[in-house]
């Protein structure tokens, strides 16, 4: 069973708007969230985290929201450019493990 | 600074052989993962090393192996190649086993 979720394939988003990219975990023991950015033929790259302990960070354009009750979170992307036109997997692990549990991906795609 | 180098790049492989994917790290981080990434499913865990000298199965390991002779290689093995195992394969490491995952730009395996 997926214990991380990205229920959209991709999103569409016009540029200087906002994109919203959403994942949903089940495992309520996960505590650490983050998301990585993939552009093709190239390895994922880090983009921002969040602790459990928050319910927000914000790294320039880029802002993760944790709603820890729903077990849902969200990346926003404002404003987007068609730069950020890329596959967005998000992540989660557990304190004292070293392993992380990917989602599917979303591909963004931001259109001039 | 090169990072993680994985290599070859893309291979074609005959079902039954044998392969060797090497990955490489100029980090010095004590973790490595090995992951897959297929069109759907998003990134999964084959294997990982925490430090030298240890290794743990990961989500998917049937039909790879792995070693950690020291801190810099992590090959993967395919001793059997199967059809199932065509996908892209990257390659990660992190300064410890709870931080963030730096991803090598993967290795492209085909078998037939």
């Known amino acids: 069973d997926q214990q991380v979720k990205q229920n959209s394939p991709s999103l569409s988003v016009q540029e200087g708007r906002i994109s919203i990219l959403n994942c949903d975990y089940t495992?309520?023991?996960?505590?650490?969230f983050l998301w990585y950015k993939k552009y093709p033929a190239e390895g994922p790259t880090f983009l921002i985290s969040?602790?459990?302990?928050?319910d927000k960070n914000e790294d320039g354009r880029f802002t993760v929201f944790l709603n820890k009750s729903a077990k849902h979170l969200s990346l926003h992307i404002v404003p987007s450019q068609p730069g950020d036109s890329a596959v967005y997997f998000c992540?989660?692990?557990?304190?004292?493990?070293?392993?992380?549990?990917f989602g599917k991906g979303t591909m963004l795609l931001v259109s001039p | 600074i090169a990072g993680i180098t994985q290599a070859p790049t893309s291979q074609i492989l005959a079902a039954g052989r044998r392969m060797t994917l090497r990955c490489t790290q100029d980090?010095?981080?004590?973790?490595m993962y090995w992951y897959r990434q297929d069109l759907g499913l998003g990134l999964r865990l084959i294997h990982y090393?925490?430090?030298?000298?240890?290794?743990g199965k990961g989500e998917v390991p049937d039909g790879y192996s792995v070693s950690r002779a020291n801190t810099d290689d992590f090959p993967l093995t395919l001793a059997s190649a199967v059809p199932s195992q065509t996908s892209v394969y990257f390659c990660?490491?992190?300064?410890?086993?709870?931080?963030?995952?730096?991803f090598g730009e993967g290795s492209r395996l085909t078998v037939l």
């Open positions: 980090m010095r981080h004590n973790a």
């Open positions: 090393s925490n430090t030298a000298g240890t290794t």
């Open positions: 495992n309520s023991m996960f505590d650490y």
């Open positions: 992540a989660s692990k557990r304190s004292g493990y070293s392993t992380l549990t």
């Open positions: 969040i602790s459990s302990i928050k």
């Open positions: 990660a490491s992190s300064e410890q086993p709870t931080g963030e995952l730096f």
